[in-house]
């Protein structure tokens, strides 16, 4: 019985999200009695879409091929200035076509690695700080750069064009402030030698053209999962393109997908559907949000993270661009205010348990700092072009 009620622990200290959302979409269903009209609060496009997305990234990644690519990239590294900046900026660019997640996923290891070989434990927090704020912040660029950006890419009907637009001058402003932040905080130094290449599993892994075709097969998939983004192909026959790909072809693959993201979306959609449904809640949201979209989801996130805010809020307001920037700004500032940024604490917990203080303090102060920023950054825009 003990065992099972640390399992039980265990679960929900893993999967908050999970359970926080479930928990609330159970609570909603005593005052919404579930009735067919459920059916219509879960948006299936979103989650087909997020679906082959994590298959695909789940598929490359187990090929090596981020790694490979940052392999080559790092080989570039003078200083130990221009190895952060590499560093870093592999995450910003990354997470805009392979998710927030999957760039710290990949690239955090590759950094503790890196800075190992090269002598460096003093600059792992703050290389991987911001390397999670690169993530964050990069991820914003696209629709597929993070869950949130998907889910109100397909809930406001934007074309990707309009998306790209409303999202390019924060992402501009982003990469200026974090390629001045590693110049401010980094040292110049002498020449690093960094042990970048793959390690000898990875290259048996990565040999043969077995696995070249599986990579173009990723690639071609990918490739496709943007066009169902474009609107090109139905998300349906992706889905099963994909299911039928993985099973000829890689199946530990539809294993390695995380199915507890996709449930925990239903139950945050549940919760948010059946709310909608209660007049004074509509009532008082709308009341709270109009006007104030983007500082209410922005705060909002710091308390249940930006992918939540974005579900409830965008049932209760149009004004899809300041939300869309809102939950993005909303990604910085603290550790749950995006889940990608757990991975990364995560990473340098599990390798250097004795900075787990130091991480938090370096971390938190930068996301503030960041976060001060792009919200001066916002009204300042909305000021100039009001």
Do not use: H
Not at 7 to 19: A, R, S
Not at 248 to 274: A, E, H, M, R
Not at 320 to 328: H, P, Q, T, Y
């Amino acid at each position: 019985m003990k065992k099972i009620f640390v399992q039980i622990k265990n679960f929900i200290k893993k999967e908050t999200v999970l359970v926080v959302a479930w928990f609330l979409a159970v609570l909603s269903m005593l005052i919404i009695i579930p009735n067919k009209g459920y059916i219509d609060y879960i948006d299936f496009r979103t989650l087909g879409i997020l679906f082959c997305l994590m298959a695909v990234m789940a598929g490359l990644k187990n090929c090596g091929f981020f790694r490979m690519v940052a392999d080559k990239l790092m080989k570039l590294a003078g200083g130990q200035r221009s190895l952060e900046m590499i560093l870093v900026l592999l995450c910003f660019f990354f997470s805009m076509l392979i998710t927030n997640d999957v760039a710290l996923i990949t690239f955090v290891p590759l950094a503790l690695e890196v800075l190992k070989s090269a002598g460096r434990k003093d600059r792992v927090v703050p290389v991987v700080v911001m390397q999670t704020i690169a993530a964050n912040l990069g991820s914003m660029a696209t629709p597929v750069g993070n869950p949130q950006n998907l889910y109100l890419y397909t809930k406001s009907q934007m074309s990707v064009t309009e998306f790209l637009i409303v999202m390019l001058p924060y992402t501009l402003i982003a990469m200026v402030v974090i390629i001045a932040a590693v110049i401010i905080c980094s040292k110049k130094g002498e020449r690093v030698a960094v042990l970048t290449d793959v390690c000898e599993e990875d290259k048996a892994v990565n040999a043969g053209p077995g696995n070249f075709i599986k990579e173009f097969m990723y690639i071609i998939m990918f490739l496709l999962c943007l066009f169902v983004v474009l609107k090109f192909i139905p998300v349906g026959v992706m889905v099963i393109i994909t299911i039928m790909a993985l099973i000829i072809t890689d199946k530990k693959v539809l294993l390695q997908i995380d199915y507890l993201l996709l449930l925990t979306f239903v139950g945050f959609f549940i919760f948010v559907g059946n709310m909608g449904q209660i007049e004074q809640f509509s009532s008082f949201l709308n009341d709270v949000l109009s006007g104030n979209e983007f500082i209410v989801s922005a705060l909002l996130s710091q308390i249940v993270s930006n992918v939540p805010a974005a579900i409830l809020l965008s049932g209760f307001t149009t004004q899809w661009k300041e939300l869309l920037i809102g939950v993005n700004v909303g990604g910085l500032g603290t550790l749950i205010a995006s889940m990608a940024s757990l991975i990364s604490y995560k990473f340098v917990v599990k390798d250097y348990g004795e900075l787990k203080g130091k991480y938090m303090v370096y971390f938190t102060a930068s996301n503030i700092i960041f976060f001060a920023i792009m919200v001066a950054a916002y009204y300042i825009m909305v000021c100039v072009f009001a």
